[in-house]
């Protein structure tokens, strides 16, 4: 059993950065890719970003490319989120999620693939 903690969401203008952060504890961390998903307000859960378990192989939606970069540090347990040119379209509940150990990834997109779910932090950005 795998727990995952969001942290660092809040409210920004349009331009800005914030950096979120997934604390995991319980399981085996590293042997998991990990995930950044969001979801706005009637909207389906959306794909942002995901990396191997050694951090190496990474993939991004096309719409935060450039923008955002995922990053993991196995030794603490967690992996974070740098978004940078936030527009007001990122508004969204962020989750961090935890793969099945064997995704590939050319499937990181898929929710089905993900085990573990945070319960998320809220991001604001305004005009």
């Known amino acids: 059993q795998v727990q995952l903690v969001e942290s660092g969401g809040g409210l920004m203008q349009a331009g800005g950065s914030l950096r979120l952060s997934c604390a995991a504890s319980?399981?085996?961390?590293?042997?998991?890719?990990m995930g950044w998903f969001r979801q706005a307000p009637g909207k389906e859960r959306e794909f942002v970003a995901a990396?191997?378990?050694?951090?190496?192989?990474?993939r991004y939606a096309d719409s935060v490319k450039g923008r955002f970069t995922i990053s993991r540090d196995n030794a603490k347990n967690t992996v974070a989120l740098q978004m940078n040119s936030l527009k007001p379209e990122d508004t969204a509940v962020y989750l961090c999620?935890?793969?099945?150990?064997?995704?590939?990834?050319?499937?990181?997109?898929?929710?089905?693939?993900?085990?573990?779910w945070g319960q998320g932090t809220q991001v604001t950005v305004s005009s």
């Open positions: 999620a935890a793969a099945r150990p064997a995704t590939s990834i050319a499937l990181y997109a898929d929710t089905a693939q993900y085990d573990y």
């Open positions: 990396l191997s378990r050694n951090g190496i192989s990474i």
């Open positions: 319980g399981g085996t961390f590293s042997s998991r890719p």
